[in-house]
């Protein structure tokens, strides 16, 4: 059972428009480390290979689930790294879509509303083509090697937006609009009882006007 903690607490939005990300992995860091949820703790994942480490900040949208089953993975490009457990706002620039193991397991692009070097960026036509293709070839290189991946290639802001939304844990889902008219069971309104008399005083005096018209 998940132990609960601030980070348990936080909201996947703060803002519309905005996600919440926590820092799991900060950049230049060879250690990969990860929340447990169950632990309440932030641990040692993995190590990546000698001269690797990674180029931007990682970590996750909390309150939400990807096809994998973990919350949904965040690249973080800010100005400086953080720390794990750090909370940052951000908004989604795009995503790389990725399977594992046959389910999405997407990466959210995002960039610190914070940020100064990246403030210009609001989707991923502002980032240069060769950053896009280091951050792919840093996935394909330090994927986990015992679980089957795949990279899809990138999507832009829109889409990482919807994978956001669909990923909310107990987002409640649009409820149907009403249709018009009086509810079973319930009385009319003095209002609408008096139009329906008028109404039927006025079909009543209809057919008399014409009689005295023929005469």
């Known amino acids: 059972m998940p132990v609960k903690t601030p980070w348990s607490r936080l909201r996947a939005r703060p803002v519309a428009g905005a996600i919440n990300v926590v820092v799991e992995t900060p950049r230049g860091s060879r250690n990969k480390y990860k929340y447990d949820e169950k632990l309440g703790v932030f641990r040692l994942n993995r190590v990546l290979g000698a ?6 900040d990682f970590g996750y949208v909390p309150r939400t689930r990807a096809g994998d089953g973990d919350p949904l993975d965040v690249l973080l490009l800010m100005d400086e790294p953080a720390f ?13 879509r990725a399977t594992k193991n046959g389910r999405e397991n997407h990466r959210i692009l995002a960039v610190s509303l914070d940020a100064k070097t990246w403030s210009y960026v609001r989707d991923l036509v502002d980032l240069p083509r060769r950053l896009l293709r280091e951050i792919e070839q840093f996935f394909m290189a330090n994927l986990d090697t015992e679980a089957r991946h795949s990279l899809l290639g990138f999507r832009g802001a829109r889409e990482a937006e919807r994978v956001v939304d669909r990923g909310i844990l107990g987002k409640a889902k649009p409820s149907a609009k009403p249709k018009p008219g009086r ?5 009319p309104t003095r209002r609408a009882r008096v139009a329906k008399r008028k109404a039927s005083a006025k079909r009543v005096a209809r057919p008399q006007n014409k009689k005295k018209s023929r005469r």
């Open 51 to 56: 001269g690797m480490s990674f180029p931007y």
């Open 84 to 96: 794990p457990g750090c909370l940052v706002r951000a908004r989604a620039i795009g995503l790389l």
């Open 183 to 187: 509810k079973k069971g319930s009385r």
